[in-house]
């Protein structure tokens, strides 16, 4: 039989990933790291803080084993330890959906979709691609696409949304995808083509949640 300092030892392991997640800007740096490996400076840059902050919030997922590092030169480069941690984000965004109603006004409020047509799901977006009807655009920084993308997608870098989204045939439905749910530029895309007369949908969530569905993933050719 266990006694109580065992047992409140076990829960004190547990409580170091909430201690770990309880932050809004770390929960952010995972949700970066889940497209893929990232320098401090980079991640610095997207999320809004100086690089000391950032680092010192990485150093605490990292005591907590949800990411992991290696050297590059004189770089750091920082990746999730696992897919089981991108598991775990997916499941803390349902479960807030679920019993948090401002997690819902907080997303329409800041990807101002209450216009937008309904996101289509990955099992709907899949059997257009396997009939030939859509066009996937992925509209993710280059890097991200060069790391993983859904096969046959189009890159259209945010930075060059515009003049490649003007490129696009008006006579095929296209379906655009980003980082997730909470990420601006599927929605960016959708409007913009919307108002140039293509139909356009965005897919209900993001390359990660993909990659874990167990779908096909390409990589950019390197060479």
């Known amino acids: 039989m266990g006694d109580r300092a065992l047992k409140d030892a076990l829960y004190e392991q547990l409580a170091r990933v909430g201690r770990a997640v309880s932050s809004p800007k770390r929960l952010e740096l995972l949700d970066l790291l889940a497209q893929g490996e990232r320098g401090v400076e980079a991640l610095a840059g997207q999320t809004g803080m100086g690089i000391t902050n950032t680092s010192a919030h990485l150093q605490a997922l990292r005591a907590a084993s949800l990411v992991t590092s290696r050297k590059q030169g004189t770089r750091v480069l920082y990746r999730l330890a696992d897919d089981q941690v991108a598991g775990f984000l997916g499941q803390l965004r349902t479960l807030a959906h679920a019993h948090i109603a401002e997690v819902d006004r907080a ?11 309904e996101p289509i799901s990955r099992a709907e977006l899949l059997r257009r691609m396997e009939r030939d009807e859509v066009i996937v655009l992925d509209v993710r920084p280059a890097a991200e696409y060069a790391a993983g993308h859904i096969p046959g997608a189009v890159p259209v870098p945010p ?48 390359f990660p949640e993909w990659r874990l569905a167990g779908l096909p993933v390409a990589v950019a050719d390197r060479a």
Do not use: K, M, S
């Open 107 to 117: 997303v329409r409020a800041y990807l101002a979709t209450d216009d937008d047509p």
């Open 159 to 206: 930075d060059r949304l515009e003049p490649l989204l003007a490129e696009l045939p008006l006579d095929r439905a296209v379906v655009a995808y980003c980082r997730g749910p909470y990420c601006v530029y599927a929605p960016q895309a959708v409007r913009a083509l919307r108002a140039r007369g293509i139909p356009a949908h965005r897919l209900e969530d993001g």
